[in-house]
């Protein structure tokens, strides 16, 4: 079975500071699919990145962007010019391809991020 | 982007009565949708998968009979607490793949605050 390991249960950064979560997984898997999703205050969870495992192209999103590291099981996110809206739970997920439609999500179990004025 | 709603986003009950929450796919059609259940600050767990039709699939350890799910259309499903305890009270969160994009993102609703008193 995957497992997705999220070690640091919490992170700072300054605002407009850079900052970068970390994840590791473990799959025997070549072909899947790997994300974060944020959960601010609120509690909705929002897609920030994903990433197919078979693209070697880091994923980028506007200040977000990914360091996927294949052979080492790892992708970290580095939010870049950090905002004091970007302080919320952060968790990093797998997924498989196989089982089509009802491929579940395995989660880590997330970073809560703050963010100093 | 794609919208899911639940309903209620919150709800206080007394101990023994049945709760149901309902999960929509606002714009798009969702063959399979996910429960998860929530505790503060923890990670999101996986309860069941249901398919539009047929019966859901229980993850180890969740109560078929103590948590109905019925997918009855390809926008709706709900979950029905039976006999609810106040060790039920959680956050729910549901989420929804879409019809024509099954290997693509899960979009998740904003979630049902259950407190049984």
């Known amino acids: 079975a995957q497992t997705v390991t999220q070690s640091q249960p919490e992170m700072s950064v300054q605002e407009a500071e850079t900052v970068t979560l970390s994840c590791t997984y473990d799959t025997s898997e070549s072909d899947y699919y790997l994300f974060w999703y944020k959960q601010p205050p609120s509690r909705q969870m929002i897609l920030v990145i994903r990433q197919e495992a078979y693209k070697q192209q880091n994923a980028t999103e506007n200040r977000f962007s990914v360091n996927f590291q294949k052979a080492a099981k790892s992708f970290s996110l580095k939010i870049s010019d950090s905002q004091l809206g970007d302080a919320a739970m952060y968790f990093c997920?797998?997924?498989?391809?196989?089982?089509?439609?009802?491929?579940?999500?395995?989660f880590g179990k997330g970073i809560t991020l703050s963010v100093r004025p | 982007g794609a919208v899911v709603s639940q309903h209620p986003s919150r709800v206080i009950c007394k101990s023994g009565t049945s709760v149901k929450i309902e999960c929509r796919s606002l714009?798009?059609?969702?063959?399979?949708m996910f429960w998860y259940r929530q505790f503060p600050k923890k990670s999101l767990m996986l309860m069941a998968t249901?398919?539009?039709?047929?019966?859901?699939?229980?993850e180890q350890g969740v109560e078929k009979d103590k948590f109905l799910i019925n997918h009855a259309s390809l926008t709706l499903s709900t979950l029905t607490v039976t006999s609810a305890h106040p060790e039920d009270s959680s956050f729910y969160i549901c989420?929804?793949?879409?019809?024509?994009?099954?290997?693509?993102?899960?979009?998740f609703g904003p979630g049902t605050r259950l407190l049984v008193l």
């Open positions: 989420s929804a793949r879409d019809r024509l994009a099954p290997q693509e993102t899960q979009y």
């Open positions: 714009d798009f059609q969702a063959t399979t």
């Open positions: 997920a797998y997924r498989s391809p196989r089982a089509g439609a009802n491929s579940k999500l395995t």
């Open positions: 249901s398919n539009e039709g047929s019966k859901a699939t229980y």
